[in-house]
């Protein structure tokens, strides 16, 4: 049976900078030379020192340190690290000479000391991953100055960390979610739009239709990914004329072969009511959306067959929404080209930038149009922060008679793609004048077998167009040789549904034994903090604690995945994560996310998403996110949590099972448990509210045995 007792309070820090099989020297970071301990002080050329020959006259007063530049305070985060310079004289007061060495130790963290130069010897002090008090020692010298340094853990730092705006499918926009990101007062958004928003290198990009195929079906062959067609369709999506047809029909093309020819026939008798018929695109996934941020333009050719003054064709390109597998659109804003320019069924409506065309009766007419500025125009507060598809084309008419408009060589380009594109996206983002910071990342969703969220400050695209096979092993490998790290995303898949209880234990079993199986395929983090995703949060817990257990060490993270316009709060997946990092910096986030130094839950019990959160054994100094090697006997494990309710529970799990719970109070929790620290297992803390809803969650702290035969990545070992 566990020991309760209570402690003070604790905050937490993360793993080592060490190397590990498969993974990169990360961020170049390299453990310092040790230095040199000194001990050799009898060398006069060594050190400088005067020797003690055991005359029995007087004794030289002891060689002097004046200690010049210290830091006081350090994170302890493995890497954080501060100038030293100290000046150093002999007995006789005189410098050091030139290459002496100093004797220097420290109790906490590294310390590394060049030699003596013109009478200074400059070096580093960099911190661990234990907090402290750092007490530097010289050996025999006198030391003048503060000799210590405090290794302090690093502040949380609230992130969102798999978000969609404008750049993906969707309604939602980058500043939507920046306002509400503000209004939780949230530090980090890490935006993760998918990879075929950017079309780098034009792959699996539908540029438009010539209708050569002599069908209204274009398929795109994406030839590294052959389980997944890729299919555009022109379907119906209104028809009220007694006879309508859309057809690919040789006697619509403006060149090739074959052009679109849309036609309808009224017999009514005038009623004051127009009849429409329309088709529009339809294509799964979104293969025709492009970023306004992009400069884009939109081209094709048209020609009236058999018309009224009544009668009319629309083209309508929606702004910011896609329509669905059913051809609908819900939109707000949208750009409509029309025919005549005189149309008496042009309906003001404030939504709608109405671009007038004025091309002769059956004659061919060519039209370009750059969407980008007509929308800058019409719609400046968007500030091009949408995506326009090609949605839809409708004839109308108020008579009775036949409608005929042909139209060809439909496309649209982009002045602006890939990386450079990603650059546009960045300064605009940094421009939106929010309190909280935005930093760019990636969800590769085209790799086979699952989508990956990239984070650091260089990755690039995955190059499908390369026509090679590309998996989730290439995935991370590619994000680990540039120097990032990468989330498994969604586990369980892309629905938003739960699934019912038999589905979703098949479900569990048949994730935990692939990731087993895959090792997470290598990856850094988890999507943990999902309410509803196909499975429960309990669902998505159970597979994190048994790739624990069986030594996958995965930073577990909550995430929302939001994709529309609407109140993070009225959805189920709003989670966020606390990163313990120095900065809101990419390089701090990355580094801390990777040793596993955060938490996760839901910002709104926490008031301007301010959660600390603790898990540590202080004996063997390690924190959150940490694999304890080797260690025996019983040992405290101390957790805690601010802002704490008296409302609230906390409870500890052991491998996923529940080993404690206590009442939570006002203002701090902390507790303090002994456990033994000689029996393979992994803790982790989580928090309930008043109606047993889990709103905080750690990562988990792991003991193992020297024997298991475990690979432990050696920034999950502690470092002091």
Known sequence: MPTFATLGFLACSGGAPDEYVRRPDFHGVVLPPVADSGTDTGDPVDSGLDVDTGDSGPRPPPPRLQIEELPGEIYADG??????????????????????????????GRVDLKPVQDGVAVGRVTAGTWPGEAELEFGQFQVEGPSSVSFRRAPPVSAQLHIHGSFSEGDGTMQSHATQ???????????????????????LELPGFDFEGGSLDQSIEATWHTEREVVAVWRPYVDTFDTAAA???????????????????????????????????????????????????????????????????FIEIPIGLDSDETGEVNHGSRVVLYHPADSSLVEEDGRTA?????????????????????????????????????????????????????????????DIRGRELLEVQQAYLDELGTTARHHVGLEWSWLHDGHLTVFGENWSF?????????????????????????????????????????????????????????EAYGCDMLEVGYRSRSGTLDDHLAVWDLLTERGVYLTGTGVSDHHHDTEWSNQPNNLVTWVSSPSDERDDLVWNLRRGVAWFGDPDYFPSAEAEMTLSAPDLRADMGQVVS???GPTP??????????????????????????????????????VDAGEPASYRVEVLDDTGTTILLSNWIAFVGEADGQSVPGWRLPEP
Not at 181 to 196: F, I, N, R
Not at 380 to 407: K, M, N
């Open 79 to 108: 890497r954080a690290s501060g100038r030293l310079v100290v000046r150093a004289f002999d007995s006789a007061g005189n410098p050091m000479p030139d290459g002496a060495r100093l004797p220097v130790t420290i109790n906490l």
């Open 181 to 203: 990101a503000d209004a939780l007062g949230l530090d980090v958004v890490w935006w993760t739009d998918h990879e075929l928003s950017y079309y780098p290198q034009g792959y």
């Open 247 to 313: 057809s690919a029909a040789p006697e619509a093309a403006r060149s090739g072969n074959y052009g679109l020819r849309l036609t309808g026939d009224r017999s009514a008798t005038r009623d004051g009511t127009h009849q429409s018929f329309g088709v529009g695109v339809v294509s799964q996934p979104r293969v025709q959306t492009h970023q306004l941020m992009a400069g884009v333009h939109l081209a094709f050719s048209y020609r009236p067959v058999a018309t009224s003054s009544d009668s009319a064709l």
């Open 354 to 414: 109405w671009i007038p065309l004025a091309g002769a009766e059956e004659r061919w007419s060519e039209v370009s149009v750059n969407l980008s500025e007509v929308v800058e125009d019409y719609f400046p507060e968007l500030a091009l922060d949408a995506h326009v598809d090609l949605a839809r084309v409708e004839i109308r008419t108020l008579h009775r008679g036949t409608v005929t408009y042909d139209l060809d060589d439909i496309s649209f380009s982009q």
């Open 462 to 518: 995955i190059p499908f167009w390369d026509g090679d096979e590309h998996d989730l092993y290439d995935g991370v490998d590619q994000a680990h040789s540039e120097g990032s790290i990468v989330a498994l995303a969604h586990m369980f898949g892309t629905s938003g549904e739960t699934l019912d209880e038999p589905e979703r234990r098949s479900m569990v079993m048949q994730t935990m034994a692939e990731l087993l199986t895959a």
């Open 630 to 632: 080797g260690a025996s």
């Open 637 to 674: 494990l101390e957790f805690s949590f601010s802002p704490s309710t008296a409302a609230w529970s906390v409870r500890l799990l052991r491998d996923g099972e529940v080993y404690g719970e206590w009442p939570a109070r006002d203002g701090t929790t902390w507790e303090v448990v002994i």
